[in-house]
């Protein structure tokens, strides 16, 4: 069993800051690409940035300079520092890791949290 857990959202103002974190846990073999994707009241879930288990990053546009994705391989984490933040950043942020488990060595599967709520508004 593998467990993804976020915390860090909350209400904060436009141009405010917020780190979220992303915790995974369980019978974990080892973990590739951990990830956030967010999704805002009626609109898909969208990718907001990614990161290799070698550090390598990806960005969406609309966050690029802005959002910073990090990750700490010892503790299995990874986190999200959110600068400048704007109102459009509002969203449910999910947390995503491609977990490889004791039990199925050689299986890589993406594993879910189950979101964290940011809200930028004055």
């Known amino acids: 069993q593998v467990q993804v857990v976020e915390s860090g959202g909350g209400l904060v103002q436009p141009g405010g800051s917020l780190r979220l974190s992303c915790a995974a846990s369980?019978?974990?073999?080892?973990?590739?690409?951990m990830g956030w994707y967010r999704q805002a009241p009626g609109k898909q879930r969208e990718l907001v940035a990614t990161?290799?288990?070698?550090?390598?990053?990806k960005y969406a546009d609309s966050v690029k300079g802005r959002f910073t994705i990090s990750r700490d391989n010892a503790k299995n984490t990874v986190y999200l520092q959110m600068n400048r933040l704007k109102p459009e950043d509002t969203a449910v942020y999910y947390c995503?890791?491609?977990?490889?488990?004791?039990?199925?060595?050689?299986?890589?599967?993406?594993?879910w949290g189950q979101g964290t709520q940011v809200t930028v508004s004055s």
């Open positions: 369980g019978s974990i073999f080892s973990i590739n690409a």
């Open positions: 995503n890791a491609h977990i490889t488990t004791i039990q199925a060595m050689g299986v890589m599967l993406p594993n």
């Open positions: 990161i290799t288990s070698g550090g390598t990053t």
